[in-house]
């Protein structure tokens, strides 16, 4: 028994090693705690952690990373200790700025971001350790980095089209208009009447980015396949929480 126990556990670790040598797709996991698949990303692309369950690789060079220990098998059969990455701290909030999370599942305390911190891409909501600052100021919503990014709401092609996607520009935004009533945010155009201002849907993609759209529709009807109804909050504490 002992030595089949030994010969499983080889095949185990020899299967493990020829996935941890293959390479993720572009956006694709590459590690976290448990993870057993590529840890390799494409040339010109890194592996950044997201929690310490996820990473992701991701364009560019890696972001900081803290180390956690977690549980594992040794080949005595005994239970032994590795580690692993855990997400980096969020930055302190900048004073006038605001985090934007939404509060619903499935996506409960997921935070407004670029797909890539701080980059033109579009809009998503990930996790707490990636939060972006924002502020609202004169209709734009600018998300705090180096130069300032700003939401942008693409134009609807026609009347039957009931979710817009949000993306990031360099470049103001020369249509439509954010608010906040109460902590919610909102969106509002003159040639769209839309039945809630502050509805909004987080639809993954076939990378599992979660894309924010503006809802055009009524809040929790006819939700898109897929999709979530979410409405999106300003908070102010000092870091972004989980």
């Given at each position: 028994?002992?030595?089949?126990?030994?010969?499983?556990?080889?095949?185990?670790?020899?299967?493990?090693?020829?996935?941890?040598?293959?390479?993720?797709?572009?956006?694709?996991?590459?590690?976290?705690?448990?993870?057993?698949?590529?840890?390799?990303?494409?040339s010109g692309w890194s592996c950044n952690v997201v929690n310490a369950y996820y990473s992701q690789c991701l364009p560019g060079g890696a972001t900081g990373t803290a180390t956690v220990t977690s549980s594992s098998v040794?080949?005595?059969?005994?239970?032994?200790?590795?580690?692993a990455t855990?997400?980096?701290?969020?930055?302190?909030?900048?004073?006038?700025?605001?985090?934007?999370?939404?509060?619903?599942?499935?996506?409960?305390?997921?935070y407004l971001q670029s797909i890539t911190p701080g980059n033109v891409?579009?809009?998503?909501?990930?996790?707490?350790?990636?939060?972006?600052?924002?502020q609202?100021?004169?209709?734009?919503?600018?998300?705090?980095?180096?130069?300032p990014l700003y939401a942008i709401v693409e134009d609807r092609a026609n009347s039957t089209v009931m979710q817009l996607g949000v993306s990031w520009s360099d470049t103001p935004a020369t249509s439509g208009t954010f608010d906040?009533?109460?902590d919610t945010i909102e969106w509002s155009i003159p040639t769209i009447d839309r039945p809630q201002l502050n509805a909004w849907l987080v639809c993954p993609d076939s990378d599992g980015n979660n894309l924010l759209f503006v809802n055009l529709?009524?809040?929790?009807?006819e939700t898109p396949t897929g999709c979530a109804d979410e409405t999106i909050?300003?908070?102010?504490?000092?870091?972004?929480?989980?």
């Open positions: 028994m002992a030595k089949l126990y030994k010969i499983f556990i080889t095949v185990a670790l020899t299967f493990a090693y020829v996935n941890a040598q293959s390479t993720a797709s572009q956006y694709g996991q590459c590690g976290g705690i448990g993870w057993a698949g590529a840890t390799l990303c494409p040794s080949t005595s059969g005994s239970t032994g200790t590795s580690t855990a997400p980096v701290a969020t930055s302190t909030l900048l004073p006038g700025n605001s985090f934007i999370r939404s509060v619903e599942d499935p996506y409960f305390h997921y891409t579009a809009a998503i909501m990930g996790s707490y350790t990636s939060a972006a600052q924002f609202v100021t004169g209709g734009q919503l600018i998300q705090e980095s180096t130069p906040f009533s109460g529709g009524y809040y929790d009807y909050h300003f908070y102010t504490g000092a870091t972004a929480v989980p």
